[in-house]
């Protein structure tokens, strides 16, 4: 397994994270809730959170690193998100007419403005309200589109 931070080819330093494990029990939500919770952890406190910040305000600087960022690191973690909603509509848990890239933006989106912009705490009590209030939404009904 690689080490927290690496050096590229470049010299910058490249923070990666363990990889993502989109869930494997029966339980979509469950699941959800244990990504969600754990991605805003590593948001948060890991060295790839502050990755994160600087490269938020610099990207148009450092266009490859923040491009490489969102391939390697958010991307994988949003299909997985992803997969574990598809999951779940397709097992009935959730309306089938769901928007899930809404869910997903919303799922990730409420933390990370909590995160950058409130100063607020964004910990495993708030990413477990947020898990939760998106999937009575979805289970309401269909979401806007």
Not at 23 to 31: H, K, N, Q
Not at 48 to 60: C, K, M, P, S
Not at 71 to 98: F, H, K, M, T
């Amino acid at each position: 397994m690689r080490s927290a931070a690496s050096v590229d080819s470049s010299g910058a330093t490249w923070l990666m994270a363990p990889p993502v494990v989109s869930g494997a029990t029966e339980d979509p939500r469950a699941d959800l809730l244990h990504l969600v919770s754990r991605l805003v952890a590593d948001m948060t406190s890991a060295p790839v959170g502050r990755a994160i910040l600087a490269l938020t305000g610099e990207a148009d600087k450092h266009a490859d690193l923040a491009r490489r960022l969102a391939d390697d690191y958010l991307a994988p973690r949003r299909a997985a998100l992803g997969e574990i909603l598809r999951r779940a509509v397709g097992s009935g848990e959730l309306n089938p007419d769901v928007d899930i890239d809404l869910m997903l933006d919303l799922v990730l989106g409420a933390p990370t403005y909590r995160w950058l912009t409130t100063g607020r705490p964004v910990d495993s009590h708030s990413a477990r309200a947020v898990v939760e209030a998106v999937w009575e939404m979805a289970r309401a009904g269909p979401t806007v589109r």
